[in-house]
């Protein structure tokens, strides 16, 4: 079944602790992406990754990073959480950034 | 500022009722698609529009994509309460050079479709 995996899919940390939410696709996408979807804010990209040799920034890169060692997986990597990284993230991977997006099932941080 | 509006925001009626929500820009895209998200899940797509006055029906649902490429709308009639959710439009601008870069999305609308 093709999908996007995320893991994992709730999170309750506090400020300053670093973690890593992992995202993989078994489609074999060049492309891939983090979101964060906020109340009146909708979606916003984070990061972007054209293939394993280009990674570059979204809307609000600020407090991320994100790596692309392989096709299929795509980490984001939160060094030191914050509170205003409270919220909902998505991956989402596609054959080219304008094709259909395929989404992963999300990922509800809550920094404290 | 925001490439995409959607409109309305917030729409709650009741089952059996036809409705139509709207996308709309200032700019020109060469596609325009449409994801519905349902509480908990990531977005699914449910179409894409390429042609400047394409209509394309999805059961009962029916999209269209403005003449100028500029705006799209989605009409569902008799609508249902496993309707409900949030439809986001996603737009890929056409720029000079022909390159269309990344989607960009609009803020949704979410529909409740009560019984």
């Known amino acids: 079944e093709a999908q996007v995996t995320q893991n994992p899919r709730y999170l309750i940390t506090v400020t300053g602790k670093k973690l890593t939410v992992t995202c993989s696709q078994n489609m074999n996408h060049e492309y891939m992406s983090w979101y964060r979807q906020d109340p009146g804010l909708g979606l916003r990209q984070i990061y972007y990754s054209m293939n394993v040799e280009v990674t570059d920034k979204g809307d609000v890169p600020e407090g991320y990073k994100v790596s692309r060692k392989e096709k299929r997986n795509f980490p984001l990597i939160l060094e030191s959480p914050s509170p205003n990284q409270t919220s909902l993230y998505f991956c989402?991977?596609?054959?080219?950034?304008?094709?259909?997006?395929?989404f992963g099932p999300g990922t509800r941080l809550t920094v404290t | 500022t925001q490439l995409l509006e959607q409109s309305p925001q917030f729409l709650s009626i009741q089952e059996g009722e036809n409705l139509t929500v709207y996308c709309n820009s200032s700019?020109?895209?060469?596609?325009l698609q449409w994801y519905r998200q349902e509480p908990g899940e990531g977005p699914v797509l449910l179409v894409t529009v390429v042609t400047g006055g394409e209509v394309k029906k999805l059961k009962r649902l029916t999209f269209q994509f403005g003449d100028a490429r500029k705006d799209s709308s989605l009409h569902i009639t008799a609508a249902q309460p496993g309707d409900t959710g949030l439809y986001l439009c996603?737009?890929?601008?056409?720029?000079?050079?022909?390159?269309?870069?990344?989607?960009?999305f609009g803020k949704g609308t979410k529909l409740s479709v009560k019984p």
């Open positions: 700019s020109v895209f060469s596609s």
């Open positions: 989402a991977s596609s054959r080219q950034p304008f094709y259909e997006q395929y």
């Open positions: 996603a737009g890929a601008l056409l720029n000079y050079g022909g390159s269309q870069g990344n989607l960009i």
